[in-house]
């Protein structure tokens, strides 16, 4: 029996409020104008209006919970908890909020003296190759912050994977806590322009697509044979956007792997994903990891390995 999580009126009542329109841009999701509404670029028969959404293909809609729950293959507590922004309470424009936001300017968190957490983060609790983190480290796309709280009792630590654009700008930004106990944050930077989320870009024709950094790093771990010469990108999301900006830039590309998640929400958006493709002449597969996704994979075979030793030793 699954964990009951309690949410008040309150907090149920925001969620649902949530702007969609707001909640999908900041989550790497296109919108495009449908009249008074906004139609997904990725599904065209889901139309948004404020924290309503209607799909014309199943004649069904609802509010901010139900359409996530759906779109993402969430269950109702991971749904809400999405909605009004995870551990770190960071809240989405609610679709009565008139007064206008300008858009926060993106800057990188503030750096820490040294990366010995997230090193020990990624290679001893989710077993990256030390190597393959130090080739993102050394090209500054990988980094350590140290934030403090809003009233300056905490200090927050987490590893920040670094999106540059075409000048080598960063431009977007994803952290990671890197806490092994309980919840730990994971969201993008305000201000990260979704197109160019974390990636690394190979001269090869193939484009592996995954929806996390750390999955992307687990992947080069798991397949390491001449993994410079591919190209990579974590979605940090869904969204498509990120993929688009690849292959724009890289038009050698004629092959693209989807590696997103081994569950419901993983494979809806790797059909998605593949419509994006059905027409610009791309070859393309799905890839699916054996657990929920690649570190789950990374993590049992490091495991399993090191068993085995154990029994040689014995």
Known sequence: MGVYVHFTDDQK????????????????EKLLPSGRDKRLASDHSITIRGNEWYDHSAEKGGYAIDFVRQFYGLSFPEAVTML???EQGESYRPVSQKIQETKKTFSLPRPHSDMRRVYAYLVKTRCIDREVVNYFAKAKLLYESCERSKDGAKEYHN???VGVDETGTARHAHKRGLYTEGVSFKGNVDGSDPQYSFHWIGKSGHLYVFEAPVDMLSYITLCPKDWQRHSYVALCGVGCQAMMWMLEQCPYISH??????????GHKASERLKNQLAEKGYAYERRISQGKDWNDDLVCMTQQKQGGFEMRMA
């Open 84 to 86: 009004l922004g995870g």
């Open 13 to 28: 009542c925001r969620a649902n409020n949530v702007d969609l329109v707001d909640f999908l841009q900041r989550h790497g």
């Open 256 to 265: 693209v792997s989807f590696c997103l998640d081994n569950d419901e929400a």
């Open 159 to 161: 590893a920040v994977f």
